[in-house]
């Protein structure tokens, strides 16, 4: 029986998630679809009816949907609930179990190209949702530490006592006192919404090398500012898209049970920059 996926969200038209996961039904002639919804704040519980109505059998939510989801979920996975926010859902006969894979696939290109974290002193820049999926995939990991710069520091403050609780050492600054710090961090993650609209980056990079790990988690475009400093610095990249990629892949397993096709997946994502 043919199979039906979407990604809910508001907005939703610019998503790349329809192209991802139809190259990976094509790559495996799987007999599915995925298709972009758009949900407005406020219509979730509707949305949510009509979906189980036309049996979904999976769904993505992004952006503002991902906390008040978690009330209409009947099961939780471990990694939902540690993050505390949910963008995979799988329907299995009505009953909708939420996961978070943001964790999974912020990690996943660290694990692809061997790259180390444990021990690693980290230098975290934001403290939203997707920063928290990377505190805790920093925990998981066993960083030796992270400094949290953020704009608002309560946010920071906040997302430092998760960390605690979840047992990595942080710190949390204002984003204007990193100064130029940058070269003591083995690992620097940009989980700030500043690139999307091609901004400048306001960390200094200066001082970083080869071994610095440079990771900005904003994937339109692809060579943000703060990505071209660090290639001036010769440091190691890790993109955006391929947390997007390691994200989707993980969504992928989880609804049809097979490995995900990473490559079809990757070539269909950089065919739409
Ligand atoms: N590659 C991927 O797979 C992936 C996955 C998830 C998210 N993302 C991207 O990550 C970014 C953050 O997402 P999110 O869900 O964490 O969003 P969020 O919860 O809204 O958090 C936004 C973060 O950006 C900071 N920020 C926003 N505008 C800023 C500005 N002008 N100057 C300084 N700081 C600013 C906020 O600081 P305050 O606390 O001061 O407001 C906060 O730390 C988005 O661009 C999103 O597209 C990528």
Not at 19 to 39: T, V
Not at 109 to 127: C, H, Q, R, S, T
Not at 186 to 191: E, F, G, R, T
Request: net charge neutral.
């Amino acid at each position: 029986m043919s199979k039906s996926f979407a990604v809910i969200g508001d907005p939703i038209d610019h998503s790349l998630s329809p192209n991802i996961h139809s190259a990976a039904f094509r790559e495996l002639g799987l007999d599915s679809s995925y298709i972009a919804y758009r949900i407005p704040k406020g219509e979730l519980e509707e949305g949510i009816e009509g979906l189980k109505k036309i049996k979904i059998n999976g769904f993505n939510i992004t952006i503002p949907h991902k906390i008040e989801m978690m009330k209409y979920l009947d099961k939780i996975d471990e990694s939902c609930s540690l993050i505390g926010a949910v963008n995979t859902v799988a329907n299995n006969d009505g009953i909708l179990k939420g996961y978070n894979t943001d964790m999974d696939g912020f990690l996943e290109p660290f694990k692809k190209k061997g790259l180390n974290i444990a021990g690693d002193k980290v230098l975290l820049i934001g403290a939203g949702g997707a920063a928290r999926a990377i505190v805790a995939g920093f925990a998981k990991e066993k960083a030796r530490s992270t400094t949290i710069a953020n704009r608002t520091i309560e946010n920071a403050t906040n997302l430092s006592n998760f960390a605690k609780t979840v047992g990595l050492d942080a710190t949390p600054i204002h984003i204007t006192d990193v100064g130029n710090t940058a070269k003591n961090y083995d690992i620097i993650v940009n989980a700030t919404s500043i690139g999307l609209k091609n901004e400048s980056s306001v960390i200094s990079l200066e001082g970083i090398n080869e071994k610095t790990v440079v990771y900005d988690i904003v994937y339109m475009p692809m060579n943000t500012d703060f990505i071209r400093k660090a290639k001036k610095q010769k440091a190691t990249i890790i993109y955006g898209y391929e947390m997007l990629l390691g994200q989707a892949a993980r969504a992928f397993e989880i609804w049809h049970g097979v490995e995900a096709p990473y490559n079809a997946m990757k070539k269909s994502l950089l065919g739409g920059f």
